[in-house]
């Protein structure tokens, strides 16, 4: 059996939503490790730019279509190598409860938070199986765990993520596959810096956001990296199904 879990040699690391926030620290941090770190996102102004400083690869990719994911993997497979880790990082949300979603809303967050991941696990696994080994760490939240008000579609879709980590698991450790989740809480990413900026009083927002965490302070999305490199790392070897929460102690009460 190959083992592609061990730091001796170089892997071949695609991420998702790579061009900014915790997908951008992701990659930082997989190429200050020495790994092959492949790219993903939908902004193709700022994802060749990113790539460029890291030497990495890059792909524009629409992680909602699966004609788009499978022709992108072959080419990934082709261009880079086989694919070792999988980071299904991409991600988005709908600031609205129930009645204030549209439908359009929940399935463009369902799309991009859940069934993104049915398309690149299923275009990455096959290979993965091939060898016997592989790595996948999907980005869920402590939304997944505990409710938000004015988050519905969001909350919905990462215990979504969660309870499908789990599932590939069930069905694929046997065969050498390790899946996870890292469940952050508020973390300053960009996505936060545009709910604040909109928001009727940003300072009051921004104090709530904090004080979601017992310690009063945002993560950094280097902080949720690092926890996405150690279970993909020799180190978590033993994690397999789980939801890791790094979250200031938010779910802590």
Same mark, same amino acid.
């Given at each position: 059996?190959?083992?592609?879990?061990?730091?001796?040699?170089?892997?071949?690391?695609?991420?998702?939503?790579?061009?900014? &926030? +915790? #997908?951008? =620290? *992701?990659?930082?941090?997989?190429?200050?490790?020495? $790994?092959?770190?492949?790219?993903? @996102? !939908?902004?193709?102004?700022?994802?060749?730019?990113?790539?460029?400083?890291?030497?990495?690869?890059?792909?524009?990719?629409?992680?909602?279509?699966?004609?788009?994911?499978?022709?992108?993997?072959?080419?990934?497979?082709?261009?880079?190598?086989?694919?070792?880790?999988?980071?299904?990082?991409? &991600? +988005? #949300?709908? =600031? *609205?409860?129930?009645?204030?979603?549209?439908?359009? $809303?929940?399935?463009?967050?369902? @799309? !991009?938070?859940?069934?993104?991941?049915?398309?690149?696990?299923?275009?990455?696994?096959?290979?993965?199986?091939?060898?016997?080994?592989?790595?996948?760490?999907?980005?869920?939240?402590?939304?997944?765990?505990?409710?938000?008000?004015?988050?519905?579609?969001?909350?919905?879709?990462?215990?979504?993520? +969660? #309870?499908?980590?789990?599932?590939?698991?069930?069905?694929?450790?046997?065969?050498?596959?390790?899946?996870?989740? !890292?469940?952050?809480?508020?973390?300053?990413?960009?996505?936060?810096?545009?709910?604040?900026?909109?928001?009727?009083?940003?300072?009051?927002?921004?104090?709530?956001?904090?004080?979601?965490?017992?310690?009063?302070?945002?993560?950094?999305?280097?902080?949720?990296?690092?926890?996405?490199?150690?279970?993909?790392?020799?180190?978590?070897?033993?994690?397999?199904?789980?939801?890791?929460?790094?979250?200031?102690?938010?779910?802590?009460?």
């Amino acid at each position: 059996m190959t083992d592609t879990n061990t730091a001796a040699t170089s892997r071949v690391v695609a991420i998702t939503g790579a061009a900014s &926030g +915790i #997908g951008l =620290a *992701a990659a930082q941090r997989f190429a200050a490790a020495g $790994d092959t770190v492949v790219m993903l @996102d !939908v902004d193709a102004a700022r994802l060749p730019k990113e790539a460029a400083t890291l030497g990495a690869a890059s792909y524009v990719l629409d992680v909602r279509s699966g004609e788009s994911v499978n022709a992108t993997f072959a080419r990934i497979a082709s261009e880079v190598g086989p694919i070792d880790v999988l980071v299904n990082n991409a &991600g +988005i #949300g709908v =600031a *609205a409860d129930l009645l204030s979603s549209s439908w359009e $809303d929940w399935q463009r967050t369902f @799309d !991009v938070n859940v069934h993104s991941m049915f398309h690149t696990c299923r275009a990455a696994l096959p290979s993965m199986l091939e060898r016997g080994a592989g790595i996948i760490v999907n980005t869920a939240s402590v939304a997944g765990l505990v409710g938000i008000r004015d988050r519905s579609a969001y909350c919905t879709s990462k215990s979504a993520v +969660i #309870g499908f980590t789990r599932a590939l698991t069930a069905d694929y450790a046997h065969r050498g596959i390790r899946a996870n989740a !890292v469940c952050p809480g508020t973390v300053a990413t960009e996505w936060i810096g545009k709910i604040l900026a909109t928001a009727e009083d940003p300072a009051a927002k921004r104090l709530s956001m904090e004080q979601r965490q017992l310690d009063g302070q945002m993560g950094s999305p280097q902080e949720v990296a690092a926890a996405i490199f150690f279970l993909a790392s020799p180190d978590g070897r033993f994690a397999n199904g789980s939801a890791m929460v790094i979250d200031g102690g938010w779910t802590a009460m």
